[in-house]
């Protein structure tokens, strides 16, 4: 898959709490960092998400705010993760920071290059990286149903959504594809086994 | 009108589901896609939305996330548009792509050269357009209340605002208009016939 | 401080709304304008905000939308801020825009160039620039625990958040800080009489 969000981080869901719209569920990654994401409850249900579940969590570099130097506010985002800055991509208007975290992980910034300037950011300049509950995405991992008949699409077909504990289900747009007893292939692409290293390309 | 936002999405409420604080507002298109929007039930009350009122659903380019490909995954977004990548316009280090929907209206979504050259995306490219459903704004119509005074300003002077079934109310920003019993006239831009076809510049 | 957010709004807290999972909070500043947030509830506890308290609102440029001319449509955007284009930042494919607000504040927008075009938008063209609720975060002002020890990191030693009535704590990221009585002092920057006037650089 390729998901054009510079920052998405694999983790496990650790807690969920519903409301009567919406519902709060955190993710923690293997690393140790935990990430809060504000879904609707149709969503929770849709996906099935619960305590245990794999995840991914998902967020544009564009909602992602920079704290830097001191600071005699404490925010509201329920994500703050603090890190190091470690490059730059520069344009006219706009600047991508990166941000390494301590973990290994790099969480990626869309800011003003103004704002590079007045913050004076530089490579190794320690910052944190605010982004709000509401503002991440969460995927699941699909698994097949046994049974799903081949060659079915699963954007248009929900009924071949689904999961079980041994198969993975890969689906893929607008192109036809093969299920098998053991998952998925994708003929000349890479088959059920490399489901879990999937390139995340976003 | 003009609306700097990149997608406007014509369409009536088909749901709104209320809750203590947010509501949820699902929009259909006349091309039949759904955009389901999370707001706040202040604002439900104050724009009056009920099942079949028009709106338009307004989402902007940075909110939009792509996913191209194969996927193992399945994402929370409420919102998941699929279409073909119709154009380009690039920049340093954001580029604006274009996704045609098959009911002919195009999406767009602002993201980064390095994602798009991550995904691998040319014009043709099936991708899936992701946003949540907390980050749709949505309009309604405003119409005239019958007795209104000319020159009032809808901004300013809210009781301007409201609406009857046969009277398209026009508002101006920071200049005067005229109300007539027809609806209101904008000397030497438009007048009341022309609102329903008003352009959506953004 | 310094924070890569464009729009930066210091005011006092004159309303919170709380729900089963959300909160709306709303921020009056010196020059009356209003701006109402959505935060988590354990965001609303954890800062403590209740009415009266300092506080400031934050919103980056990518997530105001900007309406020119007439319109017959009201938007469902809890902050819609009347004001003038002031001034552009221009790049390939997005702009920033500035606004001047009558009461003397600037808000930053980040739309295309395309929809500065499509838009018209000169120095003097009125808009009005929307935001929603749930993309703005709110800072409170940190102040000093008594007997908090000196050095310590508020980030990664929460104990040290706090506050009294008479003294100011400031935190810095990565690097040892000085409490004194009368506040906080970082050697060779600034001392907590500076406080109050802590540039907000983003």
Chains 1, 2, 3 share one sequence.
């Not at 054009?4 to 496990?12: E, I, M, T």
């Not at 719209?21 to 929770?44: F, H, P, R």
């Not at 992602?64 to 520069?90: H, I, P, W």
Request: glycine content about 12%.
């Amino acid at each position: 898959m390729g998901i054009s969000a510079r920052n998405v981080f694999k983790g496990k869901v650790t807690a969920v709490k519903e409301g009567s719209i919406n519902a709060e569920v955190e993710i923690t990654t293997s690393g140790g960092d935990k990430i809060v994401a504000m879904l609707t409850d149709a969503s929770v249900k849709s996906l099935g998400l619960s305590v245990g579940k794999d995840a991914v969590a998902v967020i544009k570099a564009p909602w992602v705010t920079l704290l830097s130097g001191t600071s005699e506010y404490r925010f509201s985002a329920r994500n703050q993760l603090k890190g190091t800055v470690s490059g730059f991509v520069k344009g006219a208007v706009n600047c991508q920071v990166n941000i390494a975290l301590p973990g290994g992980a790099t969480v990626s910034a869309m800011i003003t290059e103004e704002a590079v300037a007045d913050l004076g950011l530089t490579e190794g300049t320690p910052v944190v990286a605010l982004f709000k509950a509401s503002h991440v995405l969460l995927g699941v991992r699909l698994k097949a149903i046994p049974g799903n008949r081949p060659g079915c699409d699963a954007w248009q077909s929900p009924p071949c959504w689904g999961e079980s504990a041994s198969q993975t289900y890969l689906f893929i747009l607008g192109r036809p594809q093969t299920v098998r007893a053991s998952g998925v292939v994708l003929p000349g692409r890479r088959d059920s086994a490399s489901a879990d290293s999937g390139r995340f390309a976003g």
